[in-house]
Structures are given as C-alpha cells and as structure tokens.
C-alpha cells in the first residue's frame, strides 16, 4: 500500500505545530514534510527542520522548474511543498505530513483525492482571540490579521475531511484522534484497490 | 450532531455478527438495526432481538406501505431495515448498525450519503473457503452457493469506504479496528455541517 498525504491546517494559535510534533513522537510511520520559505526564520527554528529558508529569487527559479507540490504566498512571502518531500516516501510506503495554509491544501487535494486534510481548530473564535491577545507579543495591527485570516480559513471547513479541537489542555486527546484518523486510513477500500485481486488469489 | 448509519456486510463465515456483537458490548452509543425477514429463524435466534419473523404476505404489505428503508430477497426470503428500526436513532443522535448484504447497503448509501459502508472479509477466498467447508453442517451445494455469493460481493469491494480482515484469532483488533473507524466519523467535517457558525458564534 502507498503512503498517504496528511494534511494538517489552522490558524496561528491553533496549536498545530505541537500537535503535528507530538503525532511524530509516537514514532509512527510518518515523514514530516519540510516546506521551503522566503520568509527569515523565526527564533529557534532550524534550516533544514522546520523549514528550509531560501531566498525569494530560489524560490521563483524552483515554481519554473517544477520543484513544488502545492505553493502558495502568504503575506508576501512564499511557502511551498518540494515535490521530493512527498512523492518518494508515498511511493515507498510512508505517509507524509504537511503542515500547510489553506491554499496550499486546496492544491494537495486536487492532485490527490486521496489525501487527507485536516483543520486544527480552537474550540471557538473566541477562545482563539483570547489565545492571540494573551501572547502579548504581537501588535493589534497583527492580530487582527491573523483573526481575520481565520475567518477566511473556517469558510473552506467543509473542503477539509476531518476537523479537530485543541482545547486548553486536552492536547493528548487530539493527539490520539489524529491518530485514530492516521489509521483508519489504511481500512480505507480506495487506498487499497488492489485488495480483491489478491483475495480471490489472481 | 445526528446519529450515523453504520453498514456492516460480509459473507457468511467473516464473522460479522460476532464482531457485531462484540462492538455493541462495549456500551457505546450504538443501537443495534433488527431486521424484518420471512425465512425460519435458526437455533438460538430470539424474535425481535437477532430478527423480526415475518410471513411473505406481511413482508409484502410492508413494501408497499413503505415501512422499509431498504430491503432485498435473498435466496427467495425477504430481508429488510424498517424505518422505524433507523431514522429515530439517527434523528435523536444515536449511531445504529445494520449487518445487511450488499444489495440493501447499496440502498442505504444511495439514500444517506453518510451512511459509512464496512466490509468485513476473512483473510482470503481460501480461508473463507476453509472456515465454510470446517464447519462440516453444511452440503457441498450450499457451500458452492455461498463461495459464489462471496465472489459475488467482493465485486463491491470500491463501493464499500472501509474493508476489515477478521483474521483467525484475532476478532479483538478487528473489533478495535471498527470502533476506531466509528469514532473517527465525528470528527468528519460533512457530519458537522453547523460547526463554522458555533465556531463564529453567529
């Protein structure tokens, strides 16, 4: 059977990087697909691990040449899916995950109907406001884009397969139905079209 | 959110009622689909708890006052899901199982497109063959009928979403297996139509 693309998308302050890393903790079979960026890397984050920094020039030399699955920009600045992020692990079995914006996933799933999208979600816009403001490191201005922008994100819900909470301390829980998601996949009859040749034995 | 229909189908000697039961013993919100059929009951069978016996002429009136939701003749007897047995519990939020043949999970999928369609099967046509000719109460003629049903309904295979192997000794995972695959379907985006506007709070 062939890997499956999991898409995993939500706001900022969904919580879908912890989510995604603890996913991966489990030690499942999962390859974490590393999106190439314009955008500088944040404090802590690694070249190579969380994203791969390079500059817009690379960034639009690689879209005519091919390089990308799904690309998007997102407040002028590029993300993209290098297609050996995904493509070879598929073919050999191992399921990907992506942790993308809404475009992107919209662009997964066209070239994939098999692929599996997800929206992270706090379990309100409220509580989502309440999560932003009380970072207390970004500006209003910032904010309400970022608000804005989830709001524009929930009007493609139903585009997406599957939708979880993250709520204030039950990140375990969400964990393991991502999980549960991630698995039921493989009982999936159109992942496994091959299935009744091989049980009548042709 | 409403109830889902769970579909379990499979051909004799996959088990289905074992695992079907095993499922329901675990308390969860399930109720069991008790269907109408006009063949004799087997030993052991309880009226009104394994099925409902009626008489052909009851069947028949049945149909034609539209008493079922979906309903099949099967080696000359009929067999069928009452609505009653079917949309309270969906309306009212409860999960029902129906463990029906193909034919009549074809109706339901064609009338509930939520309706989730699993197919049980044994390990391989050999093995299915095995455990039918092991259980030496049958003749050689109703064995054959029963292969050919089974090759019958594997043709279905891609009309099913979810297939599980009930694998000799191990009913436990199977039955894990399918409880997974009945959480996971809460978490579907399309059986929670209303989400984004309790999200938003409008």
Do not use: W
Not at 15 to 28: I, N
Not at 137 to 161: C, G, H, M, P, V
Not at 166 to 192: F, H, P, R, S, W
């Amino acid at each position: 059977m062939k890997g499956t693309v999991f898409v995993l998308s939500g706001p900022a302050g969904s919580g879908k990087s912890t989510v995604r890393q603890r996913l991966m903790d489990k030690g499942l079979n999962f390859h974490y697909s590393v999106s190439d960026t314009t955008r500088k890397p944040r404090e802590g984050e690694v070249n190579g691990v969380d994203y791969t920094f390079i500059t817009k020039k690379q960034f639009e030399e690689g879209i005519k040449n091919g390089v990308y699955y799904e690309h998007a920009n997102y407040t002028g600045e590029y993300y993209g899916t290098p297609v050996s992020q995904l493509l070879p692990y598929i073919e050999s079995g191992v399921n990907v995950i992506l942790e993308i914006e809404v475009d992107g996933a919209m662009q997964v799933k066209a070239k994939d109907k098999n692929a599996v999208l997800v929206m992270l979600l706090p379990p309100s816009y409220r509580v989502l406001e309440e999560r932003l403001r009380g970072r207390g490191t970004e500006s209003e201005e910032k904010i309400l884009r970022r608000l804005n922008r989830a709001k524009d994100e929930i009007r493609l819900f139903d585009r997406y397969d599957y939708f979880l909470l993250n709520e204030d301390g039950k990140i375990d829980e969400c964990v393991k139905q991502l999980q549960m998601i991630a698995e039921t996949q493989q009982y999936k009859t159109k992942n496994n079209p091959d299935f009744p040749s091989k049980f009548l034995g042709i």
